[in-house]
């Protein structure tokens, strides 16, 4: 059962229209104000670098998202009794919600850093500035708004384009929502381009083309398009010269920029990763926010399903905490966060190998990743059997990453698993905020 660690049901306060009038004067938050001019290859770069930082802040990649979507799944609980972190929990979340409030700026912050940069490169006039300078740094800017996007589709279903940087309050600062089908559309040709534009030499922390092969990889499993999701993973499998599963699992949590790492964040001790810190007890420099429920402790620690990923939990004078980020201890926090690695390639080809009628080709696969775990190969021989298999591998493999709800929600399995049968809440609400300050967009249903 979820929730162990607190007492009583969610509480939901009602929110006051008293201020209604203050929401509909803040301005939306694609809105960034005037840039400096981007005229030279140095500018542009910083920029570059800011669009970057832009993933990493506490209210993205840096903690509040990931952990929105992991408290919907099953691995992952609220450890106290924070009335948001409650919401996601039980599936009962707010508009008014300040998660999804500050989620939902700080990816737009993002996706107009990234406008901002592709903008100023294809009009810069730099001597200093080659071809390959140009199409790289558009590939890098291309990238991030394709992976912005994509976690936005995921997390509120269609949302407004904003494609060119946004500067002075006009109509076209009000955006409507485009279809989910549009923003996906819009991610692919950005990943195809950035593909086209990115370097092939591999830097784990800035994007480069086998990571937007990559990325395409597994938002073509998210479409359902499975030649293509077995094509691109295949392309990164393939270049075994700069990618290969690391020995033993923990490598990937106590190595930064390992072999497996196709594409990570990169944090320090100035821009930190607040996610240790949500999982480790006091004791250990944390405030045990969130960890693990019952069902994944009891998977953590059964060595014929774990195996050596048993060192994402981690036990201390009786207490049991999540154990995938460590850097709490000492107040560092500068554990990088991984975006994509190799391990997820070989599912995603497993999944659509099986989902092609290539069952014993997708099997191969699934035992790779278990054989990296320490554990015998997969029982599972038909489609049906393998797809099982494979999402209880990801759970485990990936049990402090925001893959499962997500998961869950790409499979149709939300309900069979999780008991939720309101498909409406297989998205988040649109911020309340935002609702009422552009009139043109509409609220999810059901919210």
């Known amino acids: 059962m979820k929730a162990k660690h607190y007492i009583g049901a969610i509480l939901i306060a009602s929110v006051s229209l ?22 030279t290859k ?21 903690a509040e998202w990931p952990n929105a979507v992991w408290l919907s799944d099953d691995n992952v609980e609220p450890y106290s009794a924070g009335t948001t972190d409650l919401q996601f929990d039980g599936h009962a979340v707010l508009a008014s919600s300040n998660t999804m409030e500050i989620t939902w700026k700080s990816m737009y912050q993002a996706i107009n850093a990234a406008n901002n940069v592709i903008d100023a490169a294809g009009k810069v006039s730099d001597p200093a500035m080659t071809d390959e300078d140009r199409k ?33 309050l006009t109509d076209e600062s009000f955006p409507a929502r485009s279809t989910v089908d549009q923003v996906y559309a819009q991610v692919v040709s950005d990943l195809t381009a950035a593909e086209s534009n990115l370097p092939s030499t591999v830097n784990r922390n800035i994007a480069h083309k086998k990571a937007a092969q990559a990325l395409r990889a597994r938002v073509a499993l ?3 398009d499975w030649a293509t999701a077995e094509s691109m993973a295949t ?97 560092t926090k500068d554990d990088n966060y991984p975006i994509i690695r190799l391990a997820e390639m070989y599912l995603i080809r497993a999944e ?48 402090f990453e925001p893959h499962r709800w997500f998961d869950l929600i790409r499979t149709n399995r939300v309900n069979a698993v999780l008991g939720v049968s309101d498909s409406k809440k297989y998205v988040f609400p649109i911020p309340g905020t935002e609702v009422l300050t552009n009139k043109k967009i509409e609220q999810n249903e059901g919210y």
């Not at 910083?46 to 993933?55: D, K, V």
């Open 352 to 399: 659509a190998r099986a989902n092609q009628d290539r069952a014993t080709e997708g099997v191969e696969d699934l035992d790779v990743v278990r054989d990296r775990a320490g554990l015998a190969g997969t029982n599972a021989t038909t489609k049906d059997e393998l797809l099982l298999a494979i999402e209880e591998e990801r759970r485990i493999e990936f049990a």
């Open 235 to 331: 392309e990164v499998i393939n270049a075994s010269t700069d990618f290969s599963l690391v020995m033993p699992f923990e490598k990937i949590i106590t190595e930064k920029k390992n072999t497996e790492s196709i594409f990570e964040l990169d944090y320090n001790q100035v821009d930190r990763n607040e996610l240790s810190a949500y999982f480790y007890p006091t004791a250990k420099g944390g405030y045990y926010r969130t960890g693990p429920t019952d069902a994944l402790e009891a998977l953590l620690k059964d060595p014929l399903v774990a195996g050596t990923r048993s060192v994402l939990l981690a036990e201390e004078g009786g207490v049991v905490f999540g154990n995938r980020f460590r850097k709490a201890l000492g107040g």
């Open 42 to 62: 140095e500018r542009i770069q910083r920029a570059l670098t800011g669009a970057y930082s832009r993933l990493q802040v506490i209210e993205y990649y840096g």
């Open 222 to 224: 998210y479409q359902k």
């Open 136 to 168: 790289n740094i558009l590939g890098q800017a291309q990238f991030i708004r394709a992976l912005v996007y994509f976690d936005m589709v995921r997390t509120w279903g269609g949302v407004p384009l904003v494609l060119t940087p946004t500067r002075g």
């Open 18 to 39: 008293s201020s209604c009038k203050k929401f509909l004067e803040i301005q939306p938050v694609n809105q960034i104000g005037e840039e400096v001019a981007l005229t």
